[in-house]
T-cell receptor, first 114, second 110 residues
Framework: GQQLNQSPQSMFIQEGEDVSMNCTSSSIFNTWLWYKQDPGEGPVLLIA?????ELTSNGRLTAQFGITRKDSFLNISASIPSDVGIYFC??????????????FGKGTKLSVKP | NAGVTQTPKFRILKIGQSMTLQCTQD?????MYWYRQDPGMGLKLIYY???????DKGEVPNGYNVSRSTTEDFPLRLELAAPSQTSVYFCASSYRETQFFGPGTRLTVL
């Protein structure tokens, strides 16, 4: 099946540091989504990207939809302890009249040391 | 709005037993999904539905069945539980691209 390569697999950083993670694919996607999952919870949507080149922010989070439509990155600035969790990228091939299905990366586990 | 709710939160099954995982959403979304998440992995789509009465297989449908008699409910059925079905199961619903997830059901098959 289709795969998204998400990296890094895990990160252990100091509070206050900036974080960067990315997803790449051999396929083109129409939409990129970034989710965060806290332990014992379902994923929660952080940012949705709909156009190639689009750069979108949500507080300390910034994500970009790659120009080639085959990649996306997520940055977190000035990390805090509550940023701990697993971050997933997800790509969607079809939208509008045809919903399509999400393809998920394997996640980046973020640990923040106070 | 409660969003997407799932029951039960935890369940232990013996091999060969059957059970139904319940999922309900109150957002009037047409699209609903069932995923499984294994340790260290992303989510894999089991089944999805584009509306009441319409369901289709996802990436890993073997060993599962679904039905969609109403917009709100999308139960997932395991007929003959196997250890390979030990996982965390997430239900989601969506309006267009954005999927909203339930809190998950942690299932162990022994």
């Amino acid at each position: 099946g289709q795969q998204l390569n998400q990296s890094p697999q895990s990160m252990f950083i100091q509070e206050g540091e900036d974080v960067s993670m990315n997803c790449t694919s051999s396929s083109i996607f129409n939409t990129w989504l970034w989710y965060k999952q806290d332990p014992g919870e379902g994923p929660v949507l952080l940012i949705a990207l709909y156009k190639a080149g689009e750069l979108t922010s949500n507080g300390r989070l910034t994500a970009q939809f790659g120009i080639t439509r085959k990649d996306s990155f997520l940055n977190i600035s000035a990390s805090i302890p509550s940023d701990v969790g697993i971050y997933f990228c997800a790509g969607l091939k079809n939208y509008g009249g045809s919903q399509g299905n999400l393809i998920f990366g394997k996640g980046t586990k973020l640990s923040v040391k106070p | 709005n409660a969003g997407v709710t799932q029951t039960p939160k935890f369940r232990i099954l013996k091999i060969g037993q059957s059970m139904t995982l319940q999922c309900t959403q109150d957002m009037n979304h047409n699209y609903m999904y069932w995923y499984r998440q294994d340790p260290g992995m992303g989510l894999k789509l089991i089944y999805y539905s584009v509306g009441a009465g319409i369901t289709d297989k996802g990436e890993v449908p073997n060993g599962y069945n679904v039905s969609r008699s109403t917009t709100e409910d999308f139960p997932l059925r395991l007929e003959l539980a196997a250890p390979s079905q030990t996982s965390v199961y997430f239900c989601a619903s969506s309006y267009r691209e954005t999927q909203f997830f339930g809190p998950g059901t942690r299932l162990t098959v022994l």
